[in-house]
């Protein structure tokens, strides 16, 4: 009897270990699987990040964003980083529910919106492909995306409430604007659409009309770059065109700027002089030996979309050691210069002359602030001449005021685009509350 029993404990321990055995088997093999699947699944990443390596996310040079969609198959990217996020259906009160809103940025002024006005951080996913960073502000959980990886096949589908930031300067550009705003009518579950959108720079911005709500369409609202004359403050909004994020333009800390420190140059100018431009004038005017003593000027003669490291930091050296930025026109009069020398509290001069184009009265502004309502309706710390030939006067007049003088000035400049950078954060999502949500602040 006791053989019997011993036997039986033998057979079960035995069959203890076959069965551990079988199991640990199973658990290595499919732990090696997975590990193959997820490094083959990295290897295709990389190599599409490679592919993608010359594509310029920033720029106005969009060419290849139509080739991204048709030359390979986008990467299928897990785009729900949210985890245990609660039910919409539990949430009733608009005025304390946390809205998610997907910002897709397809321009460059994206950036400047996300990194410079909301203050959003960003990550690089797969090398680039795309890049993505969460922000809270008020009730809306802000979520914004960026680059090549981002195509109208990609995005997530479950996405509800939409700020689309979209650049509709050229023909070209606005071909690809348009075959976004028509993508989103894939999307099931999309509620409601805003738009940031580069404008055309002689402000004619008509091919937009169609896909606005009041005209039947889906965008609720649109914030227009210059002074287009649909800006109501009702549908139509004003937004500033920033810095050239798209030339790598630094996030400037303006509480670590040496402000006490005494600059250099009264002036600078470093830029592209276009032929038959006011540009042509300045440059005149500047010869002499009175501005070469004062004003540090270096023209190019044809405009270049790339910048390198060392044209970078000779910009940014010019900025941080003038008193005064020279701001002549090109196609239109806003240019990225205005905020890149405000954020390095230099005082920009600025040609006040409107450029040719349909820009200037609308429903809400009086004529006589054009150019830069925006900026006009904001008291920006800027000096406005209508010929360069104020220039000497200006100059001479920068020579008698006392270092201590200019020290407050480039403080005033600082805090006033701080505080112009607040407003824009706070007029947006104001806008978006309303639009989206029906909740007024």
Same mark, same amino acid.
């Given at each position: 009897?006791?053989?019997?029993?011993?036997?039986?404990?033998?057979?079960?321990?035995?069959?203890?270990?076959?069965?551990?055995?079988?199991?640990?088997? &199973?658990?290595?093999?499919?732990?090696?699987?997975?590990?193959?699947?997820?490094?083959?699944?990295?290897?295709?990443?990389?190599? +599409?990040?490679?592919?993608?390596?010359?594509?310029?996310?920033?720029?106005?040079?969009?060419?290849?964003?139509?080739?991204?969609?048709?030359?390979?198959?986008?990467?299928?990217?897990?785009?729900?980083?949210?985890?245990?996020?609660?039910?919409?259906?539990?949430?009733?009160?608009?005025?304390?529910?946390?809205?998610?809103?997907?910002?897709?940025?397809?321009?460059? &002024?994206?950036?400047?919106?996300?990194?410079? &006005?909301?203050?959003?951080?960003?990550?690089?996913?797969?090398?680039?492909?795309?890049?993505?960073?969460?922000?809270?502000?008020?009730?809306?959980?802000?979520?914004? #995306?960026?680059?090549?990886?981002?195509?109208?096949?990609?995005?997530?589908?479950?996405?509800?409430?939409?700020? +689309?930031?979209?650049?509709?300067?050229?023909? /070209?550009?606005?071909? %690809?604007?348009?075959?976004?705003?028509?993508?989103?009518?894939?999307?099931?579950?999309?509620?409601?659409?805003?738009?940031?959108?580069?404008?055309?720079?002689?402000?004619?911005?008509?091919?937009?009309?169609?896909?606005?709500?009041?005209?039947?369409?889906?965008?609720?609202?649109? %914030?227009?770059?210059?002074?287009?004359?649909?800006? /109501?403050?009702?549908?139509?909004?004003?937004?500033?065109?920033?810095?050239?994020?798209?030339? /790598?333009?630094?996030?400037?800390?303006? *509480?670590?700027?040496?402000?006490?420190?005494?600059?250099?140059?009264?002036?600078?100018?470093?830029?592209?002089?276009?032929?038959?431009?006011?540009?042509?004038?300045?440059?005149?005017?500047?010869?002499?030996?009175?501005?070469?003593?004062?004003?540090?000027?270096?023209?190019?003669?044809?405009?270049?979309?790339?910048?390198?490291?060392? *044209?970078?930091?000779?910009?940014?050296?010019?900025?941080?050691? *003038?008193?005064?930025?020279?701001?002549?026109?090109?196609?239109?009069?806003?240019?990225?210069?205005?905020?890149?020398?405000?954020?390095?509290?230099?005082?920009?001069?600025?040609?006040?002359?409107?450029?040719?184009?349909?820009?200037?009265?609308?429903?809400?502004?009086?004529?006589?602030? %054009?150019?830069?309502?925006?900026?006009?309706?904001?008291?920006?710390?800027?000096?406005?001449?209508?010929?360069?030939?104020?220039?000497?006067?200006?100059?001479?007049?920068?020579?008698?005021? +006392?270092?201590?003088? #200019?020290?407050?000035?480039?403080?005033?400049?600082?805090?006033?685009?701080? *505080?112009?950078?607040?407003?824009?954060?706070?007029? &947006?999502?104001?806008?978006?509350?309303?639009?989206?949500?029906?909740? /007024?602040?």
């Amino acid at each position: 009897m006791r053989a019997t029993f011993q036997r039986v404990a033998y057979f079960i321990l035995l069959g203890y270990l076959i069965i551990s055995c079988y199991t640990g088997f &199973i658990i290595v093999k499919n732990k090696v699987w997975k590990e193959q699947i997820q490094q083959e699944k990295y290897r295709k990443m990389t190599e +599409l990040a490679e592919e993608d390596r010359a594509w310029n996310p920033w720029g106005e040079e969009f060419d290849n964003e139509r080739t991204v969609l048709t030359r390979h198959e986008p990467p299928n990217i897990v785009w729900n980083l949210d985890q245990g996020r609660e039910p919409p259906s539990s949430r009733v009160d608009n005025s304390k529910r946390l809205f998610n809103v997907e910002v897709w940025g397809k321009a460059s &002024i994206g950036l400047y919106l996300w990194q410079h &006005i909301l203050e959003g951080p960003l990550e690089e996913r797969m090398e680039g492909v795309w890049s993505h960073g969460t922000k809270t502000i008020n009730n809306i959980k802000f979520t914004f #995306r960026t680059g090549p990886g981002v195509v109208p096949d990609q995005v997530p589908k479950e996405t509800e409430h939409l700020l +689309l930031v979209l650049n509709g300067r050229e023909p /070209d550009k606005i071909t %690809f604007a348009k075959s976004w705003l028509t993508s989103l009518d894939t999307l099931p579950r999309l509620q409601n659409v805003g738009l940031v959108l580069l404008g055309n720079e002689q402000c004619n911005n008509s091919w937009l009309h169609p896909y606005m709500a009041q005209n039947g369409g889906r965008v609720k609202f649109a %914030f227009l770059v210059y002074d287009s004359p649909e800006i /109501d403050n009702k549908f139509y909004y004003q937004w500033p065109l920033g810095v050239a994020t798209y030339r /790598d333009f630094p996030r400037v800390d303006s *509480s670590k700027l040496p402000v006490h420190i005494k600059r250099k140059y009264s002036c600078n100018f470093l830029g592209t002089v276009y032929k038959n431009s006011s540009r042509e004038t300045l440059m005149k005017i500047l010869e002499g030996d009175f501005f070469r003593e004062n004003c540090y000027v270096k023209p190019r003669y044809r405009w270049l979309p790339e910048e390198n490291a060392d *044209s970078r930091e000779e910009y940014i050296r010019l900025l941080s050691q *003038s008193d005064l930025t020279l701001n002549p026109v090109g196609q239109n009069t806003e240019c990225y210069r205005i905020y890149e020398a405000i954020s390095y509290g230099s005082i920009p001069v600025i040609e006040d002359v409107r450029t040719p184009g349909i820009c200037g009265k609308s429903e809400t502004s009086e004529p006589q602030v %054009f150019p830069l309502r925006l900026l006009k309706d904001h008291n920006a710390p800027v000096i406005f001449v209508k010929h360069w030939s104020e220039l000497h006067d200006l100059i001479e007049n920068e020579k008698t005021l +006392l270092h201590s003088e #200019r020290v407050k000035r480039r403080r005033n400049v600082l805090l006033w685009y701080e *505080s112009f950078k607040s407003k824009m954060r706070k007029t &947006i999502t104001n806008v978006i509350s309303t639009h989206f949500f029906g909740v /007024d602040r």
